[in-house]
């Protein structure tokens, strides 16, 4: 029998991640781990409890607030993949809103909210056989996995993609503004002092901006097979 493998997965955002990691977690029988669902749901609570908006951001009472977040992925099997649980609530379709997006790069810019979720996400991972995507997976949280893949694409295609997902949403947004958020993430998530989102030495790169859901899958899947065989 083939051996259980971890699977790091970075890359921009709007780059396909969590596509891919999906795809290869049904296919393998292993977890997928969305980190940036985490991100997200820290970002909520703090947009709940009045911590962040346009105009502040309490940094400080978040992180003491810290020990009152409870995050859980529950598995429902009619979408095939865990949602997203804070403190008990399924939250799944707030922390995909554009006003999430527009704050979780300053709530993830913070240490005490990395160190929290890196060392939940460890241990999710102890066993292998887990598929995780996020920014610092193959350099913070799993730098020994056998397998690390960064994905890249322009920040016009990814854009397109994201305004596409969130107008089939019903959300009301323009191009430009998700191009906006699209970019600042980028910046933000490349130039934060703690785990700045960088490529892996290891890490293979694929720029998907050209390939479709299955060429791209297909193509990781190879990879997977050729490490599983030799380890
Ligand atoms: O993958 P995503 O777009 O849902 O992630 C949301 C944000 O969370 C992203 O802009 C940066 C942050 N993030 C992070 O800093 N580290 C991770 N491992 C995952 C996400």
Redesign the pocket.
């Known amino acids: 029998m083939n051996k259980k493998i971890t699977i790091a997965i ?1 890359g921009f ?2 780059t396909g ?2 596509t891919l990691a999906k795809q290869l977690a049904n296919h393998l029988g292993y977890i997928y781990v ?7 749901a820290v ?1 909520l609570f703090a947009m709940q409890n009045g911590y962040i908006n346009a105009e502040s951001f309490d940094k400080q009472t978040l992180i003491t607030s810290l020990p009152n977040i409870k995050l859980q992925f529950k598995f429902n099997a009619d979408l095939g993949f865990g949602e997203m649980y804070l403190n008990g609530v399924n939250v799944e379709t707030e ?2 809103t554009i006003e999430v ?1 527009s704050f ?2 300053k ?3 913070v240490s005490e909210v ?1 160190a929290k ?2 060392e939940q ?1 460890k241990e999710m991972g102890k066993d292998k056989a887990i598929v ?6 193959g350099t ?2 799993f730098p020994d996995a056998e397998l690390k893949i960064f994905m890249t694409a322009s920040a016009t295609t990814r854009a397109q993609r994201r305004y596409d997902e969130l107008v089939a949403k019903g959300d009301a947004v323009t191009f430009e503004e998700v191009l906006k958020n699209v970019e600042e ?1 980028d910046y ?2 490349t130039h ?1 002092k703690d ?1 700045p ?1 960088v490529m892996a030495e290891d890490a293979m790169e694929i720029d998907n901006s050209h390939l479709n859901r299955k060429e791209q899958f297909d193509l990781v899947l190879e990879l997977v097979n050729e490490i599983t065989k030799t380890i």
């Open positions: 970075d955002s709007s991640k969590s969305d980190t940036g669902a985490m991100y997200r970002t922390i995909r997006s979780v790069s709530v993830a810019e990395r979720l890196v996400q995780m995507d996020g920014r610092d997976i913070v949280v993430r933000i998530d934060r785990s989102l």
